[in-house]
């Protein structure tokens, strides 16, 4: 299978998608990530294919950090940084997946991942080390923490 993984965030986000890349490589497959520009020191490490996504998340979060904002602040933030990249992450990502059969997609661009896959009408498979969308079992890390129950996530 050809494979195009995407995602944007800190090593954190990036460091998992580098190990399965290298494990789906090893299985086989051909692999394409596209992340964060300064977290792809280990997918050169391990000789996995990647392109830098536009933007800098360092600065970014500091940027963030600085001002002392609270969750929410920080939450809006991230949603507005992401807003500014989609245009230029969507388009590499669509080059990207020319030929591919599945979009392995998580951090800030699991949105584009999953737009990408749709258009082409590709499967997209979700990737992520923590639930960031609310479901009944649990709250997104991102919003204020509120007593509600489940359901209500």
Avoid: K
Wanted: proline share 7%; net charge neutral.
């Amino acid at each position: 299978m050809r494979l195009l993984a995407i995602t944007y965030g800190t090593e954190g986000d990036t460091r998992p998608l580098v190990m399965l890349c290298h494990g789906l490589m090893a299985a086989g497959h051909e692999v394409m990530l596209l992340a964060e520009g300064g977290t792809l020191g280990s997918a050169r490490a391990l000789g996995v294919p990647h392109a830098a996504l536009e933007g800098d998340i360092h600065d970014e979060v500091v940027a963030l950090v600085s001002r002392g904002n609270n969750t929410l602040a920080a939450s809006r933030g991230l949603a507005r940084m992401a807003r500014r990249h989609v245009p230029a992450w969507t388009r590499q990502a669509d080059a990207a997946a020319a030929g591919c059969d599945a979009v392995l997609t998580g951090g800030l661009a699991a949105f584009v991942g999953m737009t990408v896959a749709e258009r082409r009408g590709l499967p997209a498979i979700g990737l992520g080390m923590i639930p960031l969308t609310p479901t009944a079992d649990f709250p997104s890390p991102f919003l204020p923490r509120l007593r509600l129950p489940g359901a209500l996530n």
